[in-house]
């Protein structure tokens, strides 16, 4: 018996290669096959070592490491890839699978007939080969190995904020631990110690900031799916309502059609909450007279979304509420004027802020700023320093927050840099007040015509 179940696990793996889902176009073979040899010309030498993750977090899907998926559209677990620079060539390890593995999670491309040329690959071979294939590589390939020196992003943090947390970690020598990315690299530096390590974060860093056709196919799919998301949950809000009735509204939006996941956990912050940057409790009573905030985007086809929008409960915008929010919108109208190809976050600023005085308008202390790249993870890439270019995807986000009031007003949109100013990605999401005001009213007669 147990024979025969290992062999009719082996046959379902080995006849299975045709039900193994292709990559979301973005990530196409031929797309990837593409970043693989511009990723090679820009190192010029050595060997470049990406790993996969080697596994999903508890009670989560599975969602590949972004440097390595953004290389291969691969979701295998465990999976290593090696390029060497000079010969221009791809390497897939993975790791080998017994029949119980295969049978709880599935079979990887091991076993899947002409995965190498599928994917665009040299060659595809199990995980044990790869010490002897890097040892034998690096004979000829110099003596240069890039890895990843500084951990990667992460669904929803950037390189400078994973390497933030790791700081606030190890603030407790309980918890002083090196990453993944760090122990990789020691262990690379022990096998190896004639080898020269160099990160090659820097340079992932600038390919993925400029996105392709096939990405901003996918991000304007996205940005009008989380932004729909939200205006069914402005429709939702009425007092006596939970803060997580708009945010389960919002997320069953986007999960039904299509969405991964969700690129970051949601903020539903009403009254004094909204007050808490990153707050996520969710959990409170909406009540009539106070505004909410809501922080929100999908995960999907490994590209996140990021967008904020700010109501009343009630429906309506008091005098002192409607205030605050108009400057907040005037200056984020004024800063998402100024965002095209050349400008820098300094002349950014100053261009919004030129608008704002011609106009006469109190910014109330605000800045035209932009604030973070979107892209496989929601803040995705370094600080915003360099002059902005097209393909670029990132947010525009003000907010002013009066705790002594209760109100907390922010309003995000992601755009994408065009050839000659930019496109607001999350436009379908309403922002003005009579806009919002009317939305809250149709969603009122619409309950009460079910109630």
Known sequence: MKQAITLAVL?????????????????????????????????????????????????????????????????????VLVLAASRGEAHLFLPEQGPREIMVDGANLLRADGAASRLRLASVSGLSALDEFLARQLAFAGSVLYVRLI????????????????????????????????????????????????????????????????????????????AEAVRQAMRRTRPGACEYTLEGTASGWVLSRGARG??????????????????DRNDKVLAAGELV????????????????????????????QREIYQAVLEVQKATIAACRPGADAAQIRRNAAAALAARKIDPRGLAGDIHHFVGMSTHDGSPLAAPLQ???VLTVEPGLYEPELGIGVRIEDTILITDDGCEVLTAAAPKEIDEIEALMKTGKEGRAGTE
Not at 183 to 211: E, G
Not at 263 to 268: N, Y
């Open 11 to 79: 046959l379902l793996a080995m006849a299975g290669s045709a039900l193994f889902s292709a990559p979301p176009a973005p990530f196409s073979p031929d797309e990837c096959a593409r970043r693989r040899s511009r990723l090679m010309k820009d190192a010029g030498e050595g060997l470049i070592i990406l790993f996969g993750e080697t596994a999903a977090p508890p009670g989560a899907r599975f969602r590949q490491d972004n440097d390595f998926y953004y290389l291969t559209g691969s979701d295998d677990q465990g999976a």
């Open 151 to 226: 951990p990667g992003d992460t669904l929803d943090a950037d390189r400078y904020e994973e390497r933030l947390l790791a700081a606030r970690r190890a603030r407790s020598h309980f918890n002083d631990s090196p990453g993944p990315d760090m122990a990789r690299a020691a262990k690379l530096r022990a096998i190896f110690p004639d080898a020269q390590l160099r990160d090659v974060s820097p340079l992932l860093a600038a390919m993925r900031a400029i996105k392709g056709t096939a990405e901003i196919d996918s991000l304007r799919r996205n940005g009008r799916l989380s």
């Open 262 to 279: 969700l690129a970051f956990q949601p903020i539903v912050a009403s009254g004094l909450n909204a007050c808490t940057w990153h707050y």
């Open 293 to 320: 905030l809501m922080d929100f985007g999908a995960d999907m086809d490994h590209l996140c979304m990021d967008i904020s929008r700010t109501w009343p409960v009630s429906g309506i915008f008091s005098r002192e």
């Open 390 to 392: 097209p393909g670029m």
